[in-house]
């Protein structure tokens, strides 16, 4: 089992940029494909993006395309997220998690406490 601790999160103004990260700790970090998901009040927890145990494919829900980019660092059992140009619409608690494969972005086991981003207009 992994687990997760989540940083990074802050408040910022729209376009502006943060970079999340997910420290991991547990055995099979390195063979876990890994998701980055985010809720915002009086929402769902929603799919943001997932990244493959090699790194070499990674997956995004449209509404981050072309400004968020995942990544991994498998020596530091550490995913991160670069969010840029960010937008109000960002505005959530971000989570990591491993998920079955960069495809498939069900999650596998517990939450961690997430972090809060907070993007004003």
């Known amino acids: 089992q992994v687990q997760l601790v989540e940083s990074g999160g802050g408040l910022v103004q729209a376009g502006g940029s943060l970079r999340l990260s997910c420290a991991a700790s547990?055995?099979?970090?390195?063979?876990?494909?890994m998701g980055w998901f985010r809720q915002a009040p009086g929402k769902e927890r929603e799919f943001v993006a997932t990244i493959s145990w090699s790194g070499i494919s990674t997956d995004y829900v449209d509404s981050v395309k072309d400004r968020f980019t995942i990544s991994r660092d498998n020596a530091k059992n550490t995913v991160y997220l670069q969010m840029n140009s960010l937008k109000p619409e960002d505005t959530a608690v971000y989570y990591c998690?491993?998920?079955?494969?960069?495809?498939?972005?069900?999650?596998?086991?517990?939450w961690g406490q997430g972090t809060q981003v907070t993007v004003s207009s």
């Open positions: 547990g055995r099979t970090f390195r063979r876990d494909a």
């Open positions: 998690n491993a998920v079955y494969s960069y495809r498939d972005h069900e999650p596998i086991g517990s």
